[in-house]
């Protein structure tokens, strides 16, 4: 049966994009599923997001629990990929999700891990309504999925605390986005199922820049994440930001 979530007036929900991965919620944790190119993207992803995060409180990255103490969000956690090693790092870590299937798919994992993360089947704006704020605050290939990125940035930031800090990443709408986002990865390699992505829904680094600046956060660096199909890696590269990218801002005090 399809999932229905609740989408209220101004929601950045798209039903759609919610069904679609709803339907595949069992494979989150197989790393040669449907999702092998996140768990292939992780390493990077956590690398980039440790590291700044160190630097901005001023801690010892390499260290067993660099954020311990920081309460960290994770706005569309699907399966917890991301909320899990947040967690081994010393984060006190809520996720949220719109679909309700991938919020019961990461309890049930982090469970069998004995680990304590906070997840709620919801939305960014519903988060940022109820008050709630965050040390970090985590976005990430979230934005080309959402129905209203201008509601969904400013949410994004309005959940960061004064001094925390948001990291984002997503995909740049550029021509060769479309080739090897979609053409590539889709129909050719078929690394991910038809349909994951629309490059209307793509956004270039200005557009989410200027998306987040509306939330009080103000972007510190953007850096691009490219794939080696000779050593089949991810690696950061601060040129080309021509399809996958990454960035960090803070949010102001004042």
Known sequence: MAES??????????????????????EWWDPVGKFAPLHQLNPVRLGFIRDRAARHWQRDAQSGAPLEGLSVLDIGCGGGLLCEPMTRLGGQVTGVDAAERNIATARLHAAGQNLQIDYRASTAEAIAESGARFDIVLALEIVEHVADVDLFLRSVGDLAKPGGLVFLSTLNRTAKAWALAIAGAEYVLRWLPRGTHDWRKFRKPSEVVRGLRNGGVEAAEIVGV?????????????????VNYMLYGSKGIG
């Not at 979530?5 to 069992?26: C, K, Q, W, Y």
């Not at 490219?226 to 021509?242: G, T």
Request: aromatic share 8%; no cysteine; net charge negative.
């Open 226 to 242: 490219v794939y080696s199909p000779l050593s089949r890696a991810w690696s950061l590269n601060k040129r080309d930001l021509d």
């Open 5 to 26: 979530p609740l989408i209220p007036h101004g929601s950045t929900v798209d039903p759609a994009e919610v069904e679609r991965f709803a339907r595949i919620a069992d």
